[in-house]
């Protein structure tokens, strides 16, 4: 069992940046590939960023070059660095854990509750 909490939400302008984190519980949480996905109203969830136990990252293609997701196993934590936001970058942030190939087809195993990125042009 993995228990996922976001921080770093909030109200920012274009342009700006903004650092998420996600605390992770649980005995297992090495074993998991680490994500982020965000859903604007009125739309799909879609994926973000993941990183594997290795360090290792992929992203979607709306987010390459301007955000970077980590992982600290120390701290059991996960962060997304976002520089460069957008307007439509604005959407609920959630962070999930699971397999890689799951996560990338929008199914995780574990998820948090969610943070609201609101960014004003």
């Known amino acids: 069992q993995v228990q996922l909490v976001e921080s770093g939400g909030g109200l920012v302008q274009a342009g700006d940046s903004l650092r998420l984190s996600c605390a992770a519980s649980g005995r297992t949480y090495m074993t998991y590939t680490m994500a982020w996905f965000r859903q604007a109203p009125g739309k799909e969830r879609e994926f973000v960023a993941a990183?594997?136990?290795?360090?290792?990252?992929y992203y979607g293609d709306s987010v390459k070059g301007r955000y970077t997701i980590s992982r600290d196993n120390a701290k059991n934590t996960v962060s997304l660095q976002m520089n460069s936001l957008k307007p439509e970058d604005t959407a609920v942030y959630f962070c999930a854990a699971g397999n890689i190939v799951r996560l990338r087809a929008g199914t995780g195993d574990y998820w948090g509750q969610g943070t609201q990125v609101t960014v004003s042009s």
């Open positions: 990183v594997l136990w290795s360090g290792s990252t």
